[in-house]
């Protein structure tokens, strides 16, 4: 029975990921097809973060109570309602993508807050959990950005037909997911504050967890618009980067807990040098070459950074505070996906290339605190 039901709820997870993440070939899309600035578009891709925030600090605490899905399935049909909001700002209305980014980032925090700490409880061990629930959401966020970037390159309706894979898979997996037997809940009475989250060992993690979506958001909804003059196809470039960053970060989780931390935050940095050499060079052809490069090495810092974050604040974490501190991880994670729209605020005060060299010293400076932090933990 725990394998049938881990799958499904793995699906609800899966979905809402697709719909959130389809929207980043989109910052390019709207550029070219409607009045939207860079500005905007890659405001309205990082803003998402507001809504999911919110309800990572909602949903996670009321899933330790309520159960889990009393939380998973709100979050089903709140993301099928942001997909269809979002057809409406077809013409780049701004305030329609707004609401609908809004509402998808609702989606996804009541889901990786309830969705997680379900699959953690029908995993043997916190490891299998984690790696689950991160595969489930990085497959999600790897594959609908490909898609909806050749829909939105190749078709007649660039700002429509990305949005219509979502809806026709929410409408197969929400039965799947709606219908899966709730487990014992987790406790009885009012739910707990996080508080296993302030000790020593959580400190590290949230040093490093903006990194985890920063580094991808970089990759795929910033770094090709510097060079996009030079790609015949560059929204379904954007997209298949944004694959390939993914997709990569999949592959490597399994080997995420045995390399840690640390190799993952050493991979941002050589990212962010990565980064550096492409937007110095933009007037180059030679440097699309480059994007690819980016995308294996963020890519695999991503995998690696999420899935070490997640077992440990799992690990920390006792079952009453579970949904709780599996919100506040994800929160913190999801505040690097406003780093396109920071880079493009600061590139031009100083420079594109300038921009990567900061992010190229606050990778090395993280690096840093979390090597001390380890090392503090293993002198006691």
Do not use: C
Request: net charge positive; proline share 6%.
């Amino acid at each position: 029975m725990k394998n049938e039901v881990w799958v499904r709820v793995v699906l609800g997870m899966f979905v809402v990921a697709f719909g959130a993440n389809l929207f980043a070939p989109m910052v390019l899309t709207y550029r070219q097809h409607t009045a939207l600035t860079e500005t905007h578009t890659t405001f309205l891709y990082g803003v998402y973060a507001v809504g999911l925030i919110g309800a990572l600090f909602i949903g996670g605490p009321v899933s330790d109570v309520r159960g889990r899905r009393a939380v998973l399935r709100p979050a089903l049909l709140a993301t099928a309602l942001g997909s269809l909001i979002l057809l409406t700002g077809l013409h780049g209305s701004f305030l329609a993508l707004l609401a609908g980014r809004l509402i998808i980032g609702v989606a996804v925090g009541l889901v990786m807050s309830a969705g997680a700490s379900w699959v953690k409880e029908l995993s043997a061990t916190v490891a299998i959990g984690a790696k689950r629930s991160s595969l489930a959401l990085t497959l999600g966020f790897a594959l609908a950005p490909a898609l909806a970037g050749l829909l939105a390159q190749f078709t007649t309706w660039p700002t429509l037909a990305p949005y219509v894979p979502h809806l026709v898979l929410a409408l197969l997996i929400l039965p799947l997911a709606w219908t899966a037997p709730e487990g014992p809940r987790p406790q009885a009475g009012k739910a707990h504050p996080p508080l296993s989250l302030l000790t020593r060992e959580f400190v590290p993690v949230a040093v490093f967890a903006p990194w985890v979506f920063g580094v991808v958001t970089t990759s795929f909804a910033y770094l090709p618009g510097l060079v996009m003059g030079h790609l015949a196809h560059p929204i379904a470039a954007a997209g298949l980067l944004a694959m390939l960053t993914m997709g990569t970060g999949a592959v490597v989780q399994r080997w995420a807990l045995g390399l840690g931390a640390s190799a993952g935050l050493g991979l941002a940095a050589v990212g962010m040098v990565v980064g550096a050499v492409i937007a110095a060079n933009r007037d180059h052809a030679w440097v699309v070459w480059l994007l690819p490069v980016a995308s294996l090495v963020l890519g695999a810092a991503y995998g690696i950074l999420m899935v070490v974050g997640l077992a440990k604040t799992q690990e920390v974490a006792p079952a009453a505070e579970l949904g709780a501190a599996t919100g506040v991880y994800y929160a913190l994670t999801y505040l690097g996906f406003f780093a396109p729209f920071l880079l493009s605020l600061l590139a031009p005060r100083v420079g594109h290339a300038t921009s990567f060299v900061v992010g190229t010293a606050v990778a090395l400076a993280t690096l840093a605190l979390v090597w001390v932090s380890s090392r503090g933990k293993a002198a006691k």
